[in-house]
C-alpha cells in the first residue's frame, strides 16, 4: 500500500472565478518530485466556443503540461482549472449523439450483468450522467436509476425519463441520493472519474453510496492508449488525471477497495473499464493481472518509458504542418470532420487557423454549431455543408473513429480525400 499525505483526502483547491491552481503534489499519493513528461502550451478551455458572427474577444488559456509521479505511477495534468470554467451550465457536450458511446453503453449493461447480479429493486447511480444515455439502459432492464449531473444536460436527461439530481457530485450530492434513495449497488463514471479533483473525496463519497456488496464503474481514457497511439489530442483540462490500473489501484487501496475486473474498450480512442468493489467481497479475476503485465511490458511505471512520447508527438506535429503545406500550395480547400473535445487540443496545439481549415464540420443537432472552435475563429457548422461544397480533403478531427467514418461519408456522397492527423498523419484517397 502507498503511503498517503496525511492532509490529501480532505485538501481542498481554492479558486478565484476563472483561476487555476498548480499541481505540486501528486493527486493520489500527495508525493511531490512530479516529473515533466510534455508540455503543449497555452490551451484555452476545450468548451468555451464563442458564437460566430461576434467579434474576437480575450479568451483565457492555460498551460497544459503532464507530468509524472514516480510514487505511486499516476500520471496527471499539472494544473487544476476552477470547474465552473471546465464545465458551463451550457457545456455542450450530448453523449447521446455519438453511435459509439450508444453501443458502448448497452454493451456496459450487459458487461455489469455478468460481474454483478442485479434485481430490480437495485439503484445505479451514474456520476455525470450527461443526457441520460447510460442510465435509459438499465432502466430499460427494469432497474431504479439516478443521474447526477452538474450541467443543463441533466434538464435533457430528465425530459428522456431518467431521474436526474443536478448538482456536482461529492460528499453533499452522495448524502442528498441516499437519503432520497437509499443505497446504490452499482455507481458508474464514465468519461468524468479522471475530470474530478479531489479524487479521496471523490472516492470516500462512492463508498458512502455504495451498498456493501455493490460495485464502482469507472471508464476513463486509457493511458497505454494515449502512448501506443499517439493520442496528445487528449490531453486538456479536463482530463486531471490519465489513468493506467496499476495508478488506480494504489488509489482504490486506500479505501479499502480492490480491481476486481478490468477490460479495454474502444471508446474514445481506448479507454480502460475498471470494476471496483470492497475488499474481499468479489473475486479477482484474471484481466486485473494480465492488464498490470501489460503495464509493466509498455513502460508505463517508469518515466524512462513515457521518455519518447514528446520527441514522436514533436514530430507528428510537424509531419502534419507539412501535409497541409503541400495542400494549401494548391489551394486546395479543407474542411474538418467533428468537434470533440480533443480537437480543440489538435487545432490549437498544431497552430491550425480559418486560413487553412475552412470550417469544421458537427453532424445536426450539435450544441457546437454556430459556435468557432476554441481559441480560433474557425467556425463550426452543420455536416451537410460537406456534401454541398465538395471541399478537396476532409481532415478528421475525431481521427480516432476514422474506420467509422469514412465509408459512411463516402455513402453520403462525399468524394474527396482524407486525411488522419494522428498518429503518424497520411491521406486516404
Known amino acids: 500500500m502507498i503511503d498517503i499525505a ?27 518530485e512530479l516529473q515533466p513528461v510534455i508540455f503543449l502550451g497555452f490551451l ?17 488559456s492555460y498551460p497544459a503540461q503532464m507530468i509524472y509521479c514516480r510514487h505511486c505511477h499516476l500520471v496527471q495534468l499539472g494544473l487544476t482549472v476552477d470547474p465552473a470554467v471546465l ?12 453511435k459509439i458511446l450508444r453501443e458502448n453503453f448497452a454493451e456496459l449493461y450487459k458487461d455489469c450483468s455478468s460481474v454483478i447480479s442485479l434485481k430490480p429493486e437495485d439503484l445505479i447511480v451514474d456520476i455525470g450522467s450527461n443526457d441520460g444515455t447510460l442510465l435509459k439502459n438499465f432502466r430499460d432492464g427494469g432497474h431504479r436509476v439516478l443521474g447526477i449531473e452538474p450541467t443543463d444536460m441533466g434538464h435533457v436527461a430528465r ?11 461529492g460528499p453533499a450530492a452522495a448524502l442528498n441520493a441516499k437519503k432520497e434513495n437509499g443505497l446504490a449497488k452499482v455507481i458508474t463514471a464514465t468519461n468524468v472519474f479522471a475530470h474530478i479533483e479531489n479524487v479521496h473525496e471523490i472516492v470516500e463519497s462512492i463508498c458512502d453510496l455504495l451498498d456493501e456488496d455493490g460495485v464502482f464503474i469507472s471508464e476513463s481514457h486509457y493511458l497505454l492508449n494515449l502512448i501506443e497511439t499517439l493520442q496528445y489530442d487528449t490531453i486538456y483540462h479536463e482530463h486531471l488525471r490519465y489513468y493506467s490500473v496499476i495508478a488506480l489501484q494504489n488509489l482504490f487501496q486506500t479505501h479499502d477497495l480492490e480491481i476486481v475486473h478490468c477490460k479495454r474498450i474502444p471508446t474514445h480512442g481506448g479507454s480502460i473499464r475498471v470494476y471496483a468493489a470492497r475488499k474481499g467481497r468479489l ?11 501489460e503495464e509493466e511490458k509498455a513502460g508505463l511505471n517508469s518515466l524512462e518509458g513515457l521518455s519518447s512520447f514528446r520527441e514522436r508527438v514533436a514530430l507528428s506535429k510537424l509531419q502534419l504542418l507539412s501535409l497541409l503545406h503541400e495542400i494549401k500550395k494548391d489551394k486546395a480547400k479543407i474542411y474538418a470532420v ?17 486560413n487553412i481549415l475552412d470550417c469544421v464540420l458537427e453532424i445536426k443537432g450539435s450544441y457546437k454549431i454556430g459556435k468557432y472552435m476554441p481559441g480560433t475563429l474557425i467556425p463550426v457548422v452543420d455536416e451537410s455543408r460537406l456534401f454541398d461544397d465538395q471541399p ?16 459512411k461519408l463516402k455513402d453520403k456522397g462525399f468524394k474527396g480525400k482524407f486525411i488522419v492527423p494522428l498518429p ?4 486516404v484517397e
Open 87 to 98: 464545465f458551463p451550465p451550457e457545456y455542450p457536450y450530448s453523449s447521446g449523439t455519438t
Open 424 to 427: 503518424a498523419p497520411h491521406i
Open 159 to 169: 425530459k428522456n425519463g431518467v431521474p436526474t439530481n443536478i448538482e456536482f457530485f
Open 338 to 354: 467533428g468537434a470533440p473535445s480533443r480537437a480543440s487540443t489538435l487545432v490549437n496545439y498544431v497552430g491550425l487557423d480559418d
Open 392 to 407: 478537396g480533403y476532409a481532415l478528421l478531427l475525431s481521427w480516432h473513429i476514422a474506420d467509422e467514418l469514412i465509408p
Open 6 to 32: 496525511p492532509n490529501q483526502i480532505t485538501h481542498k483547491l481554492a479558486y478565484g472565478t476563472g483561476s487555476s491552481v498548480i499541481v505540486q503534489e501528486c493527486q493520489i499519493c500527495g508525493k511531490g
Open 44 to 60: 484555452p478551455p476545450v468548451n468555451e466556443m464563442q458564437r460566430v458572427g461576434n467579434p474576437p474577444k480575450e479568451q483565457a
Open 283 to 293: 473475486t479477482v479475476r484474471e484481466s486485473v493481472g494480465k492488464t498490470m503485465e
